[in-house]
């Protein structure tokens, strides 16, 4: 699998992960879940994101019964919920989420969302003592804009802000304007979340062009000179962004391997022109 650096660290880290939102919901998928996990593993999917929010720490259950014997290949990234974003409540969700994850360090630990209750200094300084008790390796954020990323760093003083976990899809474009030059000039990286888009109730419901649709026709004959699905050509475009990951959920090993397969090959510039055309970037 392809490698991209984090951030401003020698560490390298596949340029595609895995996404598990909703995982740990229904104790009958859960067989399910961690096989899919372990073949992404197995396939070089070795990022795998969580968060303690998804499924109430469920999902984060799951991913610690995947990795346990695989643990040293894993770069895990989990987050810290809003309302957990104190000082105290920061080291505390801490070792909630390594107790349910079966591990001694998190990778990457993210602030899940912006708090209108805990100011960012006190969320910082929580995670930069992490650092210094070795329970997470790197501090990220998730969905900050520019000047919150700004903010961020300010506080953490010496400890680098490695990352910005924020959505990325081809109809949702924004992120272009600033965000992504921004990271770009000061070595933070960007993981793009939903690279498919959204459910009708997520965010305005911005979801993967309809089949028959102008947009989806583009992307069928794009992917058709290159016997990939519309979906593959998706998430090779996302991709195409220096500096950028991705982190798309997968529920099957089918739906996996077609992740996997939509690396490795490259959009001509006709390809990407037409893209452009067909999905016009948003003004802030």
């Not at 040293?72 to 809003?82: C, P, S």
């Amino acid at each position: 699998m392809l490698q991209r650096k984090l951030g401003n660290t020698e560490l390298s880290i596949p340029v595609i992960g895995q996404g598990t939102w909703k995982f740990g919901e229904d104790k009958q998928r859960e067989r399910q879940e961690i096989d899919v996990l372990r073949y992404g593993i197995e396939n070089g999917l070795t990022l795998i994101d969580t968060a303690e929010a998804y499924a109430d720490g469920g999902s984060e259950r799951v991913v610690g019964q995947a990795i346990q014997d695989v643990r040293d290949k894993v770069f895990l990234v989990t987050k810290v919920a809003t309302e957990n974003c104190s000082y105290e409540g920061v080291l505390q969700a801490a070792e909630g989420s390594l107790e349910r994850l079966k591990t001694d360090r998190i990778d990457l630990y993210l602030q899940h969302w912006p708090s209108d209750k805990y100011a960012v200094s006190e969320t910082m300084s929580a995670m930069a003592e992490l650092v210094k008790r070795g329970m997470i390796k790197h501090v990220g954020v998730s969905n900050y804009s520019v000047p919150l990323m700004q903010e961020a760093q300010r506080c953490l003083g010496d400890v680098p802000l490695a990352c910005n976990q924020v959505p990325y899809h081809l109809n949702d474009r924004l992120i272009e304007n600033e965000l992504i030059p921004y990271c770009r000039e000061n070595g933070i990286t960007v993981m793009g979340y939903s690279p498919f888009g959204y459910a009708p109730h997520v965010f305005g419901g911005k979801g993967f062009p309809e089949a028959g649709s102008q947009q989806r026709e583009v992307l069928d004959a794009i992917g058709a000179r290159y016997g990939k699905t519309a979906y593959q050509v998706a998430l090779n475009w996302v991709l195409r962004q220096e500096g950028l990951v991705t982190i798309p959920k997968a529920a099957s090993r089918p739906h996996m391997k077609d992740n996997i397969e939509s690396v490795g090959w490259e959009l001509g510039p006709d390809d990407l022109e037409r893209i452009e055309a067909a999905f016009p970037i948003e003004q802030a």
